[in-house]
């Protein structure tokens, strides 16, 4: 059974920078497209990015373009989120998520974590 744990949030001031990380159990890891995405209260959890098995392909939610880099380690089971110049409107749970089928974007994710809280004061 894989498990994913979030780690890496916090309260950060809006400009600054955190990195999330993901650490993954299983032997299938590298197997497995990944993505990241987030939940602020009351609002719907969205898409943030995803990365390919291979850590060659990435791709973005327009809203974190250009701040945010999704990155990958299969030695360690680990996927990240590097997350600059960081907005209040930033401020959401963030989880991570094993991609199964479909568009990295709207797609199934079929194993999720328990999720990070990352808070971004203005």
């Known amino acids: 059974q894989v498990q994913l744990v979030e780690s890496g949030g916090g309260l950060v001031q809006a400009g600054g920078s955190l990195r999330l990380s993901c650490a993954a159990s299983?032997?299938?890891?590298?197997?497995?497209?990944m993505g990241w995405f987030r939940q602020a209260p009351g609002k719907e959890r969205e898409f943030v990015a995803a990365i390919r098995w291979s850590g060659g392909s990435t791709y973005y939610a327009d809203s974190v373009k250009g701040r945010f880099t999704i990155s990958r380690d299969n030695a360690k089971n680990t996927v990240y989120l590097q997350m600059n110049s960081l907005k209040p409107e930033d401020t959401a749970v963030y989880f991570c998520?094993?991609?199964?089928?479909?568009?990295?974007?709207?797609?199934?994710?079929?194993?999720w974590g328990q999720g990070t809280q990352v808070t971004v004061s203005s």
């Open positions: 998520a094993r991609h199964r089928s479909g568009s990295w974007y709207a797609g199934e994710y079929d194993v």
């Open positions: 299983g032997r299938t890891f590298s197997s497995y497209d």
